[in-house]
């Protein structure tokens, strides 16, 4: 009699019973295979850019601070050599006219830099699998990293934008805040999504040095942050118009002074920021593909 109540009250491993206990209503957990998570991850997408954004921050004067004093030396280096407040460049001093394409120069040249070290730490510390691991899709982990990155570059842009204003002969005005808010996300947007295939590609950080310094820098600088480009050859201004650098810090420029390269009129700038939203969408795809096929990930 014993024997029968003890098996009737736990049931055998190889009971009927016994294999229902994961289907039964009010169990914790689901059966076998089937996703505990549905939809989209909230938590593990904000878990994921506060972990992004908490790295940075803790050596804030390296990423955020130090930028801007570089930044403030450019303006100071480029002002005094070409005749401080004596040079008028589109009709305002020079220094006013460089303050928004520094601005931006260094907004995108961090945003790669934060987004460009975040899965290339990973590979060569090993610690790879603490991303690839948690129940975040593919699209999630891009914009985890991708969100942290332009969190980044506003926070560089502040920290920069306040440096100029130490700068006497500079004088910051919002002509078009939307195209200030505008080119500013979608130039934070695209250096990021190019530093997180950069993270993905490289094996080492001479790797993503080599990027930086052949690739982001040159564009950086040759895209019109420091003269505008009817000064260059027919040559090179068709040269500069090739590169997407050169509309997003003409763009930016335009929100501050109400004229750029690329025109002085709201319709004319219209046409560089849907370029810049279909840029973005292309490279943003080109990023989501890498990611879900695992190049140079999961190996």
């Known amino acids: 009699m014993v ?33 505990t998570i549905t939809g989209f991850n909230r938590i593990g997408l904000w878990t994921l850019y506060m972990k992004e954004v908490r790295r940075f921050l803790k050596v804030q004067t390296q990423t955020v601070w130090a930028p801007a004093v570089t930044t403030l030396l450019f303006l100071i280096i480029f002002t005094v050599a070409m005749g401080r407040g ?18 931006m120069m260094g907004m995108m040249q961090n945003a790669f830099a934060n987004s460009g070290f975040s899965l290339l730490a990973g590979k060569i510390q090993g610690t790879i699998i603490d991303l690839l691991m948690p129940p975040l ?57 190019m530093g997180l295939i950069t993270s993905m590609w490289a094996e080492k950080f001479d790797h993503n040095a080599a990027v930086t310094n052949f690739v982001i ?47 002085n009129t709201n319709e004319a700038v219209l046409g560089a920021a849907v370029g810049a939203l279909v840029l973005n969408l292309l490279l943003g795809l080109v990023c989501y593909r890498l990611l879900k096929s695992g190049w140079k990930l999961k190996s």
């Open 137 to 193: 899709s593919n699209a999630e982990l891009m914009i985890g990293i991708v969100a942290a990155a332009v969190t980044r570059a506003l926070m560089v842009g502040g920290a920069v934008a306040l440096a100029m204003l130490l700068w006497p002969d500079v004088q910051l005005t919002a002509a078009h805040p939307w195209a200030i808010a505008w080119f500013g996300l979608m130039g934070s947007v695209m250096l990021a999504i």
């Open 86 to 103: 004596s040079r008028v460049v589109l009709g305002v001093p020079f220094s006013t006219f460089v303050a928004p394409g520094l601005i």
């Open 3 to 35: 024997d029968q109540v003890q098996t009737e009250a736990a049931p055998g491993v190889g009971s009927p019973d016994f294999l229902d206990t994961n289907t039964r209503p009010g169990h914790r957990f689901p059966p076998k295979g089937q996703p």
């Open 217 to 263: 820098a040159p564009l950086s600088l040759l895209s019109g942050t420091f003269y505008v480009i009817d000064n260059l050859s027919p040559l090179f201004q068709t040269i500069s118009r090739f590169n997407p650098f050169f509309y997003m810090i003409s763009g930016f420029r335009f929100g501050f002074l109400g004229r750029s390269d690329i025109g």
